[in-house]
């Protein structure tokens, strides 16, 4: 049941009408991936992933991306991979629940709209896991809906 919540679509990141990233996030990650340019070998590539920074790249060139992230994140259980020429970079988020209008801070951030919708369904998503027994796919949010960190005292941790 978990899996009808989670997200239905990547969100692009565009900058000077290209797609630098597709983005998607989950109640602890934020998913960021990639398209690698052709013809460059795999161990070419490189990924930094720091607590409120990320540097990706080919070695030995500036990097493709260098921001700051818009929240921190666990550097430990955050993590990069390479699959059918994609990055698939994973950054656990320090704050389960938070709702991330974009990785990169004060760019490319998700429209009010946007960003509401997918505080609705982190929202469903944090009823799901506490509550495994209930099927929350259908359930609909009227109005505001609550953070999902912080709701009724914030996200168990067990």
């Known amino acids: ?17 290209q797609k630098v990233f597709e983005w998607d996030q989950t109640l602890e990650e934020v998913n960021m991936y990639i398209t690698l340019p052709p013809n460059v070998h795999p ?5 930094k992933i720091q607590s409120k920074h990320i540097e990706v790249g ?3 060139n500036p990097p493709y991306l260098n ?9 430990d259980c955050s993590f990069w991979t390479l699959e059918d020429d994609i990055m698939h970079i994973t950054l656990q988020k320090r704050e389960k629940g938070q709702t991330w209008a974009s990785p990169i801070l004060g760019q490319g951030q998700l429209d ?4 509401d919708i997918e505080q609705k369904r982190l929202m469903l998503q944090r009823f799901q896991e ?14 505001n809906c609550p953070d999902p960190s912080s709701f009724m005292g914030g996200i168990r941790s067990d």
């Not at 989670?6 to 009408?17: L, M, V, W, Y």
């Not at 921001?67 to 550097?75: G, N």
């Not at 009010?112 to 960003?115: E, L, M, N, R």
């Open 1 to 17: 049941m978990a899996e009808k919540l989670a997200p239905e679509k990547r969100h692009d990141f565009i900058h000077n009408g």
């Open 43 to 47: 161990k070419a590539f490189h990924c």
């Open 58 to 60: 080919i070695k030995g």
């Open 67 to 75: 921001h700051d992230l818009s929240a921190p994140v666990k550097t």
């Open 112 to 115: 009010p709209y946007a960003t």
């Open 130 to 143: 506490e509550n495994p027994g209930f099927d929350f796919s259908q359930a609909q949010f009227t109005g």
